[in-house]
């Protein structure tokens, strides 16, 4: 069995004559080796035909590598990129063997699987790192999967030497050659409340307070503002999307998925010419059509997913009739109209949101989604705003709970009259806004801490 690890420091030729920068192990650069490069060599021959949708329903990942040219390439091979790494110590990844994460996985039984899709399956695990065993989650790649040895490097390189509240943090990985090929597996910290998706979905027991979906928002902003605006070299994530954005115990929000992720264009240039990758929904439109990749492409795709916390809908969804399969295009009539805005808005938050809270986010989204990419403001610029929309919707909760606005009367489904202002606020109405804490101390007494524990992949809830 072969163990590939991370380098020691020194510049050498590989295999094939070409020059591999390789950096001190306190660096994390993962030296490129001919062997670990099958997989994404592999990955230059897919067809260059943009994915479509099956009749499930479900949204396929674009992936088509056309090498279209142009400025910008893999931010893990770039100059700004070693300049960087130079710069930063790594944050003490650990190298595990494979033995010890199939120990820690029990096999990789299907009874720890928390999540899976073309990349592979993640499992929770428990793994010993300096003197204390924690909960992590361990990522095993396909190896023939959507996610190749490329983008494998990608998220080791990147997550390997930053550190910020906002970023999944990466604990190590593992990559062995065995018999049956190369196993590539990461293990992050475990954000123990799933993904954003998984709670917009349904997949867990009690919907997201209306506060809670904006301080994720916030989060996931700080998130990708950190990305575009505040490293030495731009990074464009190019796939954030509610199963990218974790939720951790507390429900902080935290970015994963650093596969695809790209360096922006070089000073002088404005945009990157690229493959088009990512998810139908979610891409912006002059990506998908011309290749052309800036960060305001994220900020787009930003703009969806406000949409969907408004909505509690997929960005499409199939299953739906024809006419509000694609969000966006659902959406559009409801947010002119203020009467009938709180159509559009989540019923599983049986009307526990502000009216004006859920409109300004909605601004916010048409601003994230104008056609124009330059008009699109900045990820720091969307922090700020999400700011003002918290602390105004803060000091509307202090002055007391939601009230439904006339637009938003509910009539009765059998006589056709509208119920009594007394009649809903003794119901449903009555109820206050959760904020954070009080979300947290639910989740503890309801289905404990530890969400999976209770969750079959795959299925509806089963308790």
């Known amino acids: 069995m072969k163990c590939f690890h991370f380098s020691n420091g020194e510049r050498r030729d590989d295999e094939d004559g070409a020059p591999v920068v390789v950096f001190p192990r306190a660096l994390s650069k ?54 960087f790494l130079s710069q930063r110590r790594a944050n003490d990844l650990r190298v595990f ?61 990147f997550l390997g030497v930053v550190n910020h509240p906002n970023l999944v943090k990466l604990v190590g990985y593992c990559a062995e050659d065995d018999e049956r090929g190369i196993q590539r597996l990461l293990v992050y910290e475990l954000m123990h409340n799933k993904s954003l998706e998984d709670h917009l979905l349904a997949r867990v027991p009690s919907p997201l307070p209306w506060m809670a979906r904006l301080k994720i928002a916030q989060d996931a902003a700080r998130g990708l503002a950190y990305l575009h605006e505040e ?3 731009q990074l464009i994530f190019r796939d954030f999307k509610t199963s990218n954005i974790l939720l951790d115990e507390d429900f902080n929000a935290k970015l994963s998925d650093f596969g695809l992720a790209r360096q922006g264009p070089p000073e002088g240039l404005s945009h990157v010419s690229t493959s088009v990758v990512g998810t139908v929904g979610y891409a912006a439109p002059e990506y998908v059509q011309t290749g052309r990749l800036t960060a305001k492409s994220d900020v787009w795709s930003f703009g969806v997913v406000l949409y969907e916390l408004i909505t509690g809908r997929r960005a499409l969804e199939r299953n739906l009739p024809r006419s509000e399969q694609k969000l966006l295009e659902w959406v559009r009539p409801y947010v002119s109209d203020s ?121 509806v809830r089963t308790w």
């Open 231 to 233: 490293m030495d070299f």
């Open 30 to 83: 993962v030296s490129w080796t001919r062997s670990l490069s099958v997989a994404s060599t592999a990955s230059a021959t897919l067809d260059t035909r943009r994915s479509e949708f099956d009749n499930s329903g479900s949204s396929h990942n674009y992936n088509y590598d056309s090498r279209l040219g142009g400025g910008g390439g893999d931010f893990s091979d770039s100059a700004l990129f070693h300049e």
């Open 339 to 459: 009467k009938k805005f709180h159509l559009i808005v989540d019923p599983r938050l049986e009307g526990q949101y502000y009216l004006k809270s859920a409109q300004k986010l909605a601004s916010l989204a048409n601003k994230c989604l104008t056609k124009q990419p330059k008009s699109r403001p900045k990820m720091s610029e969307v922090v700020e705003i999400l700011g003002n929309i918290i602390s105004d919707t803060t000091s509307q909760d202090e002055d007391g709970p939601p009230v439904i606005s006339e637009a938003e009367e509910v009539k009765d489904e059998t006589t056709g009259e509208t119920e009594p202002e007394s009649t809903r606020q003794g119901s449903n109405y009555r109820k206050k806004m959760f904020d954070i804490r009080e979300m947290v101390n639910l989740r503890n007494k309801s289905f404990g801490k530890l969400d999976w524990r209770n969750w079959t992949p795959g299925l």
């Open 97 to 157: 063997s494979f033995s010890e994460l199939k120990s820690a996985t029990r096999g990789f039984s299907r009874s720890l699987l928390i999540g899976e899709g073309g990349f592979g399956c993640v499992f929770r695990g428990l793994v010993r790192v300096s003197d204390s065993k924690i909960e992590v989650a361990i990522k095993q790649l396909n190896r023939n999967g959507f996610q190749g040895h490329k983008e494998w490097i990608n998220e080791v390189n």
